[in-house]
């Protein structure tokens, strides 16, 4: 197997909070695979550090065999590596194609710094931005909205904006950080459907996600994360059996129980 994510030894400090504690674990080239665990565990600070959005305090995080963790967030863009965010973050007040037309303006550094200079891009350049842009939407199917302001959309419809949005840079690992949170039961279901066609069209995918139906059901390994540290990985078979993954899910439920008997 070919891995497309080497991530070794990786920490995260944050004062005296350490959110990722040595961190060590591949990610095989068209592979899904699932990071699980509590709140807290360090999920998300994971993906900060992979597209660089906060730098690690120590450790090395290699793409396609090269070190890429003190490269700009564009360049690691540029390179190949797209997320999406635990809150969904799009631009309410532009239309759901500029949205989408937004990731791709930023696919290369020549593109970022035509849009920094507000330089007039080719119309041949903006047509295969708009093009690209539109095939994106209507692989998640809202290219009938196209021109509605992201702000009409539904949470679902939002989230599945997003997934546009890191489409069109044309990643080759996509980060996606709770696909399914906030979603009823048949919008997780159709979720869970849009992620395995992303990685038929060939695209890596590392995911972060509380649905446990959804993670059993598309991933082929899971990792466990409990606070900053790898604490089982496996097929989802295997991770579901493990005695110290029960434990952590046991206390949190109890935590959770003792929040509602207090509230
Ligand atoms: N920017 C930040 N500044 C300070 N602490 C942070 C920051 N981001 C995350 N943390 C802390 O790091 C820990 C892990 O958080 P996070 O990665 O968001 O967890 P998860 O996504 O698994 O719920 C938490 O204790 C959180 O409060
Ligand atoms: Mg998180």
């Known amino acids: ?24 674990f591949e990610v095989n080239s068209h592979q899904i695979k699932a990071i699980i665990g509590p709140n807290g565990a360090g999920k998300t600070t994971i993906f900060n550090l992979i597209s660089r959005i906060c730098p690690p305090t120590s450790g090395t995080i290699r793409f396609k065999q090269h070190k890429i963790n003190e490269l700009k967030p564009y360049v690691i863009a540029e390179k190949g590596i797209s997320r999406t965010f635990q809150n969904v973050q799009v631009f309410e007040n532009m239309s759901v194609l500029e949205n989408v037309m937004v990731g791709r303006h930023c696919r290369t550094r020549s593109e970022i710094f035509a849009a920094i200079m507000n330089l007039k891009r080719t119309r041949a350049e903006e047509k295969r931005i708009h093009d690209y842009s539109l095939e994106m939407l209507s692989f998640v199917g809202l290219e009938t909205k196209k021109n509605e302001a992201a702000s009409n959309l539904t949470f679902q419809q939002q989230k599945l904006l997003e997934f546009a949005r890191a489409l069109a840079t044309e990643p080759d690992l996509l980060l996606l950080d709770e696909p399914a949170a906030g979603l009823s039961v048949p919008e997780a279901d159709e979720m869970a459907q849009f992620v395995y066609r992303i990685r ?47 434990a952590v899910y046991l206390g949190e439920r109890e935590t959770e129980n003792a929040n509602h008997t207090k509230s």
């Not at 959804?214 to 991770?239: H, K, Y």
């Open 1 to 24: 197997m070919d891995p497309i994510l080497q991530i070794e030894k990786l920490k995260k400090k944050f004062g005296g909070v350490v959110a990722v504690d040595g961190v060590d």
């Open 200 to 246: 038929e069209i060939g695209i890596t995918i590392l995911l972060v996600e509380h649905n446990m139906g959804l993670v059993m059901e598309v991933s082929d390994e899971v990792i466990v994360l409990d606070s900053g540290q790898v604490i089982a990985e496996g097929t989802p078979r295997e991770v579901q059996n493990n005695e110290a993954v029960i």
